[in-house]
């Protein structure tokens, strides 16, 4: 047998692309409501290529969570941690999810664990574990800005770094509920200055 038969034949699609196209279809459809026929037309392939590379459709589903968390789910914890100043990163990051959350033009809006996911954890198993993580990473990692501006001397000593962190993410997970509902950019960035004072604000002595 020749290497050529041995390896099989080459795929001739793009897995990063595939990933994400089959994602937009599990976003915009849900979880139930995609076919294995929904699947693989988005995707570019035939059902034999798909099983070959991603398994059947709860690990594709699986595949796409994950590929999310090192897309377009970290956007907005990227802008935290990019921006020199706290006061603007916090401001930068807020703003990432209001832009990303009433962004209707792909199909889809909001975040794929809130939106899509989350309606899953119980269901489909392998999805409540995946949930847990990507909440405590984020989590973990605004905390941890914090935390460095705390050493540089930026934020007072007692500053409630994990509490603050938890405030930003639920407020992330507030502006995907309310883009979903129809708000625009424009709304939810009319309050936005008090939301970011009310982050960084020093804690009661």
């Known amino acids: 047998m020749n290497d050529t038969k041995r390896m099989g034949r080459p795929r001739n699609f793009d897995i990063d692309e595939a990933l994400l196209a089959a994602m937009n279809t599990f976003w915009s459809k849900g979880y139930d409501g995609t076919s294995l026929k929904d699947l693989t037309k988005a995707m ?7 099983y070959a590379a991603f398994g059947d459709k709860r690990e594709l589903y699986l595949k796409t969570i994950d590929k999310y ?5 970290c956007a907005p914890v990227v ?18 999810v209001i832009d990303y959350s009433t962004d209707h033009s792909g ?31 984020t989590d973990i990692r605004l905390a941890a800005r914090f935390d460095l501006e705390k050493e ?7 500053f409630p770094s994990k509490e603050r962190a938890r405030l930003m993410f639920d407020m992330r997970q507030g502006y995907v509920f309310r883009g979903r509902a ?11 200055t008090h939301r970011v004072k009310m982050i960084i604000a020093a804690p009661n002595m």
Not at 44 to 50: F, T
Not at 79 to 96: C, Q, R
Request: proline share 4%.
């Open 44 to 50: 570019g392939i035939s059902g034999p290529s798909m």
């Open 69 to 73: 968390g090192d897309v377009d789910g």
């Open 79 to 96: 802008t935290f941690e990019s921006e020199p100043d706290i006061e603007a990163a916090v401001k930068g990051f807020l703003e990432t």
């Open 107 to 137: 199909g889809t809006s909001g975040c794929f664990l809130a939106s899509c996911v989350s309606t899953n954890v119980g269901e489909v198993e392998g999805v409540a574990e995946r949930m847990v993580s990507a909440i405590n990473e």
């Open 152 to 158: 540089k001397g930026n934020l007072p000593e007692n």
């Open 182 to 192: 129809g708000w625009t950019a424009e709304t939810l960035k009319e309050d936005i």
